[in-house]
């Protein structure tokens, strides 16, 4: 199981942190971000694998960080300089490889809205 928190509406320039808690039996090798826009398809964002490595889309370079606490099984995502472009809904998911697409992750989160204007 996972749960989304830490969504909002924000003004554009500031900084949100997300958390998805997980729940799980086993450690899933890939805990990852993707997020969804109305009318648009579902856009990895970042990703993270219990070796360490982490990956990022074009839109999250040089703003968004994914960290992974293994400790507490939390998934975060701090975002910064929010921009209106960045308003979706983000989900957290987990699965046995990492990858840019949502096909291979094999559980989801119900999702956090972020609106930024």
């Known amino acids: 199981q996972l749960v989304e928190s830490g969504g909002g509406s924000v003004q554009a320039g500031v900084s949100l942190r997300l958390s998805c808690a997980a729940s799980y039996t086993g450690d899933p090798h890939c805990l990852a971000w993707f997020r969804q826009a109305p009318g648009k398809e579902r856009e990895g964002v970042a990703s993270t694998d219990s070796d360490g490595h982490q990956r990022y889309g074009d839109s999250a370079l040089g703003r968004f960080t994914a960290s992974r606490d293994s400790t507490t099984n939390t998934l975060y995502l701090q975002m910064t300089n929010l921009q209106p472009e960045d308003t979706a809904t983000y989900y957290c998911?987990?699965?046995?490889?990492?990858?840019?697409?949502?096909?291979?992750?094999?559980?989801w989160g119900q999702g956090t809205q972020v609106t930024v204007s």
């Open positions: 998911a987990a699965g046995d490889f990492c990858h840019s697409s949502p096909s291979p992750y094999s559980a």
